[in-house]
Protein backbone atom coordinates (compact mmCIF):
# COMPACT_ATOMS: atom_id res chain seq x y z
CA UNK A 1 0.00 0.00 0.00
CA UNK A 2 1.06 3.75 0.39
CA UNK A 3 2.58 3.78 4.22
CA UNK A 4 -0.89 5.41 4.89
CA UNK A 5 -2.71 4.67 8.55
CA UNK A 6 -6.20 4.11 8.00
CA UNK A 7 -8.40 2.77 10.13
CA UNK A 8 -9.77 -1.29 9.83
CA UNK A 9 -11.80 -1.40 12.66
CA UNK A 10 -12.03 -1.36 16.94
CA UNK A 11 -11.22 -3.84 19.57
CA UNK A 12 -13.25 -4.25 22.32
CA UNK A 13 -12.62 -7.91 23.75
CA UNK A 14 -9.59 -9.44 25.07
CA UNK A 15 -7.92 -8.05 27.69
CA UNK A 16 -7.90 -8.24 31.00
CA UNK A 17 -9.01 -4.99 33.75
CA UNK A 18 -5.10 -5.01 34.51
CA UNK A 19 -4.06 -5.11 30.89
CA UNK A 20 -6.82 -2.29 29.48
CA UNK A 21 -5.33 -0.76 32.48
CA UNK A 22 -1.73 -0.65 31.61
CA UNK A 23 -2.42 -0.12 27.91
CA UNK A 24 -4.56 3.06 28.61
CA UNK A 25 -1.09 3.77 30.15
CA UNK A 26 0.99 3.40 27.83
CA UNK A 27 -1.38 5.08 24.90
CA UNK A 28 -2.09 7.86 27.27
CA UNK A 29 1.72 9.09 27.27
CA UNK A 30 1.02 8.69 23.16
CA UNK A 31 -1.79 11.14 23.04
CA UNK A 32 -2.04 13.36 20.31
CA UNK A 33 -5.06 16.26 19.72
CA UNK A 34 -5.83 15.39 15.65
CA UNK A 35 -7.06 11.73 14.03
CA UNK A 36 -3.44 10.05 12.92
CA UNK A 37 -5.76 8.39 10.19
CA UNK A 38 -5.28 9.64 6.10
CA UNK A 39 -9.52 8.88 5.91
CA UNK A 40 -11.88 10.07 7.92
CA UNK A 41 -12.66 8.25 10.81
CA UNK A 42 -15.57 8.00 12.95
CA UNK A 43 -16.07 6.27 15.98
CA UNK A 44 -18.84 4.57 17.75
CA UNK A 45 -17.38 5.35 21.44
CA UNK A 46 -15.85 7.99 22.51
CA UNK A 47 -11.92 7.97 21.69
CA UNK A 48 -8.80 9.66 21.52
CA UNK A 49 -6.49 9.38 19.53
CA UNK A 50 -2.27 8.70 19.70
CA UNK A 51 0.64 8.50 17.91
CA UNK A 52 0.78 5.47 16.14
CA UNK A 53 4.05 3.75 17.52
CA UNK A 54 2.72 0.59 19.22
CA UNK A 55 1.96 -2.43 16.97
CA UNK A 56 -1.04 -4.80 18.69
CA UNK A 57 -1.82 -8.55 17.34
CA UNK A 58 -5.55 -8.95 17.22
CA UNK A 59 -6.69 -12.27 15.70
CA UNK A 60 -9.63 -11.77 13.67
CA UNK A 61 -12.39 -13.87 11.64
CA UNK A 62 -12.42 -12.41 8.26
CA UNK A 63 -12.52 -8.62 6.48
CA UNK A 64 -16.05 -7.13 6.13
CA UNK A 65 -16.77 -6.26 2.48
CA UNK A 66 -16.74 -2.38 3.75
CA UNK A 67 -13.07 -3.24 5.06
CA UNK A 68 -12.87 -3.82 8.31
CA UNK A 69 -12.28 -6.33 10.63
CA UNK A 70 -15.21 -8.61 11.70
CA UNK A 71 -14.93 -10.12 15.17
CA UNK A 72 -11.32 -8.60 16.20
CA UNK A 73 -9.79 -9.94 20.13
CA UNK A 74 -6.79 -8.32 21.62
CA UNK A 75 -4.03 -10.86 21.63
CA UNK A 76 -1.41 -8.59 22.88
CA UNK A 77 1.39 -6.11 22.18
CA UNK A 78 3.56 -6.83 19.57
CA UNK A 79 6.91 -4.38 21.53
CA UNK A 80 9.34 -6.63 19.28
CA UNK A 81 7.91 -4.75 15.70
CA UNK A 82 7.52 -1.14 14.82
CA UNK A 83 4.74 0.16 13.25
CA UNK A 84 6.62 0.71 9.67
CA UNK A 85 6.86 -3.17 9.50
CA UNK A 86 3.26 -3.81 9.37
CA UNK A 87 1.39 -4.53 5.87
CA UNK A 88 -2.08 -5.97 4.90
CA UNK A 89 -1.93 -9.55 4.22
CA UNK A 90 -1.73 -10.71 0.99
CA UNK A 91 -5.49 -11.85 -0.61
CA UNK A 92 -7.38 -10.06 1.70
CA UNK A 93 -10.26 -7.98 0.70
CA UNK A 94 -8.40 -4.81 2.02
CA UNK A 95 -5.26 -4.92 -0.66
CA UNK A 96 -7.73 -3.71 -3.57
Not at 21 to 45: A, C, H, M, T
Not at 54 to 72: G, Q, Y
Request: aromatic share 8%; charged share 35%; with cysteine.
Amino acid sequence: MDNKLIPIGQVGTGFSEEEEELILKILDNLRIENSPFSIPFIPKKKVFYCKPEIVARVKFHEWTKDRKLRAPVFKGLRLDKSPEECEIEEGSNLKK
